[in-house]
Structures are given as structure tokens and as C-alpha cells.
């Protein structure tokens, strides 16, 4: 199995800055994409930000140019820069990744979530 815990969440103005991160761990054999997808209260859960194995990164077109995605794959950890924050941006954050462990096949794991909160 794979555990994914992530960080960083937390309360800040419109136009402020907060950095998520998010570290796998367990019996992990390969991770192909990692990145963040988030839920506002009522709304369906989105995607924010992936960066695959080789390094290829997909944005919601909400977030483009404020929010920058990063890996470190030596770690198995992945980062969420998000920058110029608005009351939009409100939701709760899940760490997603797609990988392979030594008993099974690829499949999706998701972490716990974490609360971003943005204040007009």
C-alpha cells in the first residue's frame, strides 16, 4: 500500500502565498503522476495540478500562471507553490498519485486532505 501525507494547508488573505506538500511512502515499486486536486463545499472534486514520471505538468486553466507545480522524485514527494490566492481558491487540497507497489498493479491513492482557506 502507499500513504500519502500532506502539509502545508492553513488560513491567508486574498493575494497571499501557501506551499502544500505531500510525501509517499509504503511498499512503493514506481510512481508515475503525482500532483493535487481539490473540492469546495457543494462542488465536485477538480484537478489542480499533476506532473508526470518524465516531468510533463497540466494546470487547471483557473490556476495557470499562479499555482506551480514540482517533484522530487528521490523523495516520492510533490509540491504545490500557489501564489496570488483569491476567496475562489477556498477547498480542501488532496494529494493524488498513480503508482505501482510491489504486490499489486498501478492504481490511485489519495491522501487525507488538507484545508485552504483564502479570506477577501
Known amino acids: 500500500q502507499v500513504q500519502l501525507v500532506e502539509s502545508g494547508g492553513g488560513l491567508v488573505q486574498a493575494g497571499g502565498s501557501l506551499r502544500l506538500s505531500c510525501a509517499a511512502s509504503?511498499?512503493?515499486?514506481?510512481?508515475?503522476?503525482m500532483g493535487w486536486y481539490r473540492q469546495a463545499p457543494g462542488k465536485q472534486r477538480e484537478l489542480v495540478a499533476i506532473?508526470?514520471?518524465?516531468?510533463?505538468?497540466t494546470y487547471a486553466d483557473s490556476v495557470k500562471g499562479r499555482f506551480s507545480i514540482s517533484r522530487d522524485t528521490a523523495k516520492n514527494t510533490v509540491y504545490l507553490q500557489m501564489n496570488s490566492l483569491k476567496p475562489e481558491d477556498t477547498a480542501v487540497y488532496y494529494c493524488?498519485?498513480?503508482?505501482?507497489?510491489?504486490?499489486?498493479?498501478?492504481?490511485?491513492?489519495w491522501g487525507q486532505g488538507t484545508q485552504v482557506t483564502v479570506s477577501s
Open positions: 493524488y498519485t498513480r503508482a505501482n507497489t510491489w504486490t499489486s498493479d498501478a492504481r490511485d491513492y
Open positions: 506532473a508526470t514520471r518524465g516531468g510533463t505538468t
Open positions: 509504503g511498499s512503493i515499486f514506481s510512481i508515475n503522476g
